[in-house]
């Protein structure tokens, strides 16, 4: 269905959170369609690869040991950042919560790092996600970039950008933000 407005122009149709969970209901969307809601459109994500798949494994692993109970470590699930946007990162380092935000989703200020794995998705974590998380005040931001083997860690958003940008390559060690006890090996991540 294309929105026209009075101008003449094709406008977009946006959707709250609201309306994109009733089509969930619905069965407008399932389980098995790989969409997330950014900005109040229903955006199509790349299909996962083996190396993006080893990827996650391999940070779930290494982020679960070391944080351990201090945290949470959540893979591919859904994060609320506003009434428009409900991403699906690859990884979420969440505050501890007894229930594991059984209540409800965790919102932007329950992340202290968010972790995108990119093989062919590249411009699209730059361009839309990083805008994303940085207006929503997410306070540390990765991209793994499997094709060019680095790590860029984005921190201090303000006003919408992020302010510091770090690049990290193989023989490289990470330390997070919230987590300044840890040194997370470039060359464990990207295997």
């Given at each position: 269905?294309?929105?026209?407005?009075m101008?003449?122009q094709?406008?977009?149709?946006?959707?709250?959170?609201d309306?994109?969970?009733r089509?969930?209901?619905?069965?407008?969307?399932?389980e098995?369609?790989?969409?997330?809601?950014?900005?109040?459109?229903?955006?199509r994500?790349?299909?996962?690869?083996?190396r993006?798949?080893?990827?996650?494994?391999?940070?779930?692993?290494q982020?679960?040991?070391?944080?351990?109970?201090?945290?949470?470590?959540?893979?591919?699930?859904p994060?609320v950042?506003?009434?428009l946007?409900e991403?699906?990162?690859?990884?979420?380092?969440?505050?501890?919560q007894?229930?594991?935000?059984a209540?409800a989703?965790?919102?932007?200020?329950?992340?202290?790092?968010?972790?995108?794995?990119?093989d062919?998705s590249?411009t699209?974590?730059?361009?839309?996600?990083?805008?994303t998380?940085?207006?929503?005040g997410?306070?540390?931001?990765?991209?793994?970039?499997?094709?060019?083997?680095?790590?860029?860690?984005?921190?201090?958003?303000?006003?919408?950008?992020?302010?510091?940008?770090?690049?990290?390559?193989?023989g490289?060690?990470i330390?997070?933000?919230?987590?300044?006890?840890?040194?997370?090996?470039?060359?464990?991540?990207?295997g």
């Amino acid at each position: 269905m294309k929105t026209i407005d009075m101008s003449g122009q094709a406008a977009r149709r946006y959707f709250t959170i609201d309306e994109y969970h009733r089509m969930g209901e619905a069965g407008i969307l399932n389980e098995h369609d790989r969409v997330e809601l950014i900005e109040g459109e229903i955006l199509r994500m790349s299909p996962i690869g083996s190396r993006h798949a080893a990827c996650v494994n391999r940070l779930i692993r290494q982020l679960t040991n070391l944080i351990g109970d201090r945290a949470i470590v959540s893979p591919q699930n859904p994060i609320v950042l506003s009434d428009l946007s409900e991403p699906e990162p690859d990884v979420v380092i969440l505050r501890s919560q007894a229930d594991f935000y059984a209540k409800a989703l965790p919102s932007a200020t329950d992340a202290l790092l968010i972790i995108e794995v990119a093989d062919s998705s590249i411009t699209y974590d730059r361009e839309v996600k990083l805008p994303t998380y940085a207006s929503s005040g997410i306070p540390e931001f990765w991209i793994v970039d499997l094709a060019a083997e680095s790590i860029e860690v984005y921190t201090s958003p303000r006003h919408g950008v992020y302010q510091n940008l770090q690049s990290f390559q193989r023989g490289a060690s990470i330390t997070p933000l919230n987590f300044s006890d840890l040194a997370i090996s470039v060359t464990s991540i990207l295997g």
